[in-house]
């Protein structure tokens, strides 16, 4: 079974500061990995994946995560914060086996800007 | 490409009544996923749909049931609503590997 830990369910960086958002995951296959994030009242869009191959990672909005296996991280991070990054970011994985497209989320880290 | 369609977006059930949801996947994408996501919590996966059969299941009663149709769109029906059974209902489509694409949700509060 897999299941993933968001460590901080609350975050909040100044405008122009790092992000950090911290996911680690537990799985007895290779897994596939996934950020999403949910805007208020909306679904989750996309924000980047890991299946196979280079280790980081990079997606939309600037932001990119690091696979790393010995440590069972995927952590997400943003050079500069803005303020449009507010929202609640979601750590998932999922069996990388072919005919599986269940995902496990987190529990979810919302992330406050601060001007 | 419209991607992931959901509807209704709100609706508000009585306890022990029926509701069906609705979703179109994404343009070429076979597999659609139904997902429970309560408040404050991340979602949780309730079952999927490939070639209009259920493929996989998470740990949701029988009230929860589905089915998926020739062109892919897929209904989520529950019975004997529950009060607990009040939040958002997500549905995803994917095709293999590529990533799932969620729809906006459709926000059913039992009363």
Request: charged share 20%; aromatic share 12%.
């Given at each position: 079974a897999q299941s993933v830990t968001q460590l901080g369910s609350h975050v909040s960086v100044s405008e122009g500061a790092l992000v950090l958002l911290r996911c680690n995951y537990s799985s007895s296959v290779p897994p596939y990995l996934f950020w999403y994030v949910q805007y208020p009242n909306q679904g989750l869009q996309l924000l980047l994946k890991y299946t196979t191959g280079a280790t980081l990672v990079k997606g939309i909005n600037g932001f990119e995560a690091e696979f790393k296996k010995s440590e069972t991280s995927f952590h997400l991070t943003k050079p500069s914060a803005h303020m449009s990054d507010a929202a609640e970011y979601f750590c998932a994985v999922k069996r990388a086996n072919f005919g599986n497209e269940k995902l496990t989320f987190g529990t979810g880290t919302r992330l406050t800007i601060i001007p | 490409d419209a991607g992931v369609t959901q509807s209704p977006t709100h609706l508000i059930k009585t306890r022990g009544q029926q509701v069906t949801l609705r979703c179109s996947p994404k343009s070429g994408h076979d597999t659609v996923s139904w997902y429970q996501q309560a408040l404050g919590q991340g979602p949780q996966f309730i079952f999927q749909y490939y070639e209009e059969e259920e493929r996989q299941r998470g740990n949701?009663?029988?009230r929860f049931s589905g089915h998926q149709f020739p062109n892919y769109s897929s209904e989520l029906n529950v019975n004997a609503?529950?009060?607990?059974?009040?939040a958002l209902y997500l549905c995803a489509s994917s095709l293999q590997a590529v990533g799932a694409f969620f729809g906006q949700g459709t926000r059913l509060t039992v009363v």
């Open positions: - | 949701f009663p029988d609503l529950l009060l607990g059974d009040s």
